[in-house]
């Protein structure tokens, strides 16, 4: 599969195309037809190694389980006279780029269509996983053969992380070092409803806390031919489900991003018997500690009083899990920069619907460390460009060269070098 020119306008490194294009075509469908879920990655791990083994790079260290990091270490001159990147600092020594590695735990739709389609029910590349995987390794095989011009003292380390989709691999890959030494970190994700060579990304909040929630509703169960000797609670739950539709619009003001979505409701055995319990599940997201702590006040208050007008009572369990994801305002400023000049202009640059309301553990880096996460546009007429999680999503490929492309580019901005003329 390659790419017409439009993918790639301005730049083709040695390697990029077909042979660079086509590994890293081949190596996503392998991926995305061998999907493995949170901390069970161990093929796509090893697929991983032999990767990295067959471009030289033997600096690798196992992390969270089936996570890893790769360093590429420069060997060129100190300091490259072409000064390419104007904005670079000597103090810059270590940029990491991550990719996340874990499949979703869901089916792909049988009908998709693809020779590269899934060969388990069990779980699913439906997020783009296998692609961002690909981009790394496409990034990894043009760093391996420019190691002479990446100066000494520079190393670009590679994070390969499992488990994104939950429970979430970042913290255990922080806490067991995979930032040590690492001056500012990058990542992306790609977006289907976002044109094809195109970058959406702002300063600030980017992507949403998150938090589960699991209410218990507690009424009285007995014979379904007898309701009135019994506390009801699917009746209970089902007027909490319609009741807590109005925290959010009630609640928080129109300017603010939040979301509170129910997506479990689980109650009952049999036809005839009234249960004794009701349970809801779902998830509220927000990009603002005080929003967030108006909403669990409200869930709390509505849930309860609802209960408690039907009879019955409810325990509320509210978790929190991935922090809002927050670019840093200068490392974003990098990435505009180079997407500005490599991808046509300021109009390659989109900041509409943002921040997203969907969660990512990426966050969890940008609080250790400074950096930026953007969005890669993949959407393109006459493509289905299905969402993210849904059961037909596919990776664009042709994101592929331009990912590269990207990472490769702001790596001489950061290093002030010049990898590819």
């Known amino acids: 599969m390659r790419p017409s020119r439009p993918c790639c306008p301005r730049w083709y490194p040695p390697l990029c195309v077909p042979y660079l294009l086509g590994l890293q075509v081949e190596f996503r469908h392998d991926i995305h037809a061998h999907p493995e879920a949170g901390f069970e990655e161990h093929r796509t791990h090893a697929a991983i190694v032999a990767h990295l083994a067959a471009l030289g790079i033997t600096k690798v260290k196992v992390l969270a389980g089936t996570g890893l990091i790769a360093d590429i ?13 104007k904005d670079a600092t000597t103090t810059v020594k270590c940029i990491a780029l991550r990719a996340d590695m874990d499949a979703l735990r869901m089916a792909e739709d049988d009908r998709s269509g693809v020779t590269w ?23 990894a095989t043009l760093l391996a053969s420019v190691r002479g011009r990446l100066p000494v003292g520079k190393t670009v380390r590679l994070l390969f992380q499992p488990a994104e989709e939950g429970p979430g691999g970042a913290l255990p890959m922080i806490e067991q070092g995979c930032l040590e030494g690492v001056d500012e970190v990058y990542g992306y994700h790609n977006w289907p409803t976002v044109p094809l060579g195109t970058v959406a990304v702002v300063p600030g909040p980017l992507m949403a806390h998150v938090a589960d929630f699991e209410l218990t509703i507690e009424g009285r169960g007995g ?6 000797l019994c506390i009801d609670p699917i009746i209970a739950a089902a007027h909490v489900v319609t009741a807590l539709q109005s925290v959010v ?47 669990v006040e409200r869930v709390k208050a509505v849930v309860t009083s609802t209960a408690a007008a039907h009879q019955c009572t409810a325990t509320i369990d ?20 180079v997407a500005q000049k490599e991808l046509g202009g300021p109009q390659a640059i989109h900041a509409a619907d943002l921040p997203k309301m969907g969660a990512e553990d990426f966050a969890y880096y940008l609080e250790h460390r400074p950096g930026c996460f953007y969005f890669l546009g993949g959407a393109e007429e006459g493509r289905l460009n299905a969402i993210c999680h849904s059961t037909s999503f596919d990776f664009n490929d042709r994101i592929l060269p331009i990912s590269v492309r990207l990472y490769i580019r702001l790596l001489e901005a950061r290093f002030g070098c010049v990898l590819f003329d």
């Open 73 to 85: 270490d420069g060997e060129g001159p100190a300091q490259d006279t072409a000064n390419r990147g």
């Open 117 to 139: 389609r899934a060969t388990t029910d069990q779980a699913a590349h439906m997020c783009g996983h296998d692609g961002h995987m690909a981009s790394l390794l496409g990034t």
């Open 223 to 228: 014979h379904a031919s007898t309701p009135h």
């Open 318 to 337: 509210i978790n929190s899990t991935y922090p809002v994801l927050l670019n840093h305002p200068t490392e974003t400023a990098h990435v505009v920069a």
């Open 249 to 295: 619009s009630r609640a928080i003001p129109p300017s603010a991003n939040a979301v509170l979505s129910v997506t479990q409701f689980n109650a009952g055995t049999a036809q005839n018997i009234i249960p004794n319990t009701a349970v809801l599940r779902g998830t509220i997201r927000d990009v603002n500690a005080d929003v967030y702590r108006t909403i």
